[in-house]
């Protein structure tokens, strides 16, 4: 089936979504200018995720993976939200304004969602605006502007680090809980610019296609979910959620 058919029955099937539950990775912001990380170019390559997204490589060097942090953090402070971010704001005004509601759960860290307007967002990997204490219970929101290279607790003088998951930490129970909830409970299931492959938020995808919703795909390359979803579209979110709410 042509894309424009694929785009037609996508639009159709979200204009009757009453409970609707969306997943968003890293390529929703590539339009916006933010780097995604498994593309080539992409983050993991001058810096191994294993080495930087982890609790012992940020012990083994604070210093050092602040410097990762604080350049994608300048990133994100420059980044605006893209069509794509702005169509999921309109989308979830929409639905809730026909008494239905959606879920934006996100793995991005970046802040473009809340930017564009969306409001009721899961952030299951954290937020790069937030830090918080490697000793103590602080945390703060510090938003995206430059912070100390290696800024330390007000409270007990130990570093502080990003407030985002790490590869082997556990995601924030309420958020996480509150995602699988949406998803066990959603009519709808929407998937964009995300590879799929880091759990567990990627297996959301399953927990709505074992609730029986109708799921969509968009993204410019296939994934592992791309031959389980109702729909796959392919090609850039900035172009593709727009036409699905024409
Ligand atoms: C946990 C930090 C346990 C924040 C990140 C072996 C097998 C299976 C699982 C594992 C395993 N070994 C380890 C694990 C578990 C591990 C995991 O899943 N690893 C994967 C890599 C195999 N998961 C964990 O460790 C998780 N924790 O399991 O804890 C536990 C439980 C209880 C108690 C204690 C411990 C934690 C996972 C979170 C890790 N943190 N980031 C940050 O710095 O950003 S992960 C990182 O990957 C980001 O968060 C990102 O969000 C996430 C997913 O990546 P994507 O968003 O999908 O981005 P990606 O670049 O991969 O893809 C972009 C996509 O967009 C592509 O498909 C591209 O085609 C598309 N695209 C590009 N442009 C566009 C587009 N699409 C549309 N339009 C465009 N314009
Ligand atoms: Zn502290």
Not at 108 to 125: E, F, T, Y
Not at 189 to 206: K, M, Q, R
Request: aromatic residues 4%; negative net charge.
């Amino acid at each position: 089936m042509s894309n424009d058919r694929k785009i037609h029955r996508a639009r159709r099937l979200l204009a009757s979504a009453r409970r609707l539950a969306v997943l968003t990775g890293a390529g929703i912001s590539a339009e916006s200018g933010v780097a995604t990380f498994r593309q080539p170019g992409g983050l993991w390559e001058a810096a191994p995720a294993d080495q930087i997204a982890t609790a012992e490589g940020f012990t083994a060097d604070p210093p050092g993976v602040w410097q990762w942090y604080h350049e994608r953090r300048r990133e994100m402070a420059a980044a605006r939200p893209n069509a794509a971010h702005v169509a999921l704001a309109d989308l979830e005004r929409r639905v809730t304004g026909r008494g239905g509601e959606l879920t934006l759960i996100t793995q991005n860290v970046d802040g473009l969602h809340a930017k564009a307007g969306s409001r009721n967002i899961l952030h299951v990997h954290g937020c790069l605006a937030d830090v918080r204490c490697t000793h103590c219970e602080f945390r703060q929101r510090v938003g995206m502007e430059p912070i100390e290279d290696l800024p330390t607790c007000p409270r007990c003088q130990a570093v502080l680090r990003p407030d985002v998951v790490w590869f082997g930490e556990p995601l924030p129970a309420d958020a996480w809980r509150s995602a699988v909830q949406a998803c066990e409970a959603c009519d709808m299931f929407l998937t964009i610019g995300t590879s799929a492959i880091v759990y567990p938020a990627a297996g959301l995808i399953e927990l709505a296609i074992d609730a029986d919703a109708k799921t969509v795909e968009i993204n410019v390359a296939p994934t592992p979910v791309s031959g389980l979803v109702d729909i796959a579209l392919q090609g850039p979110a900035g172009e593709i959620l727009p036409k699905l709410l024409q």
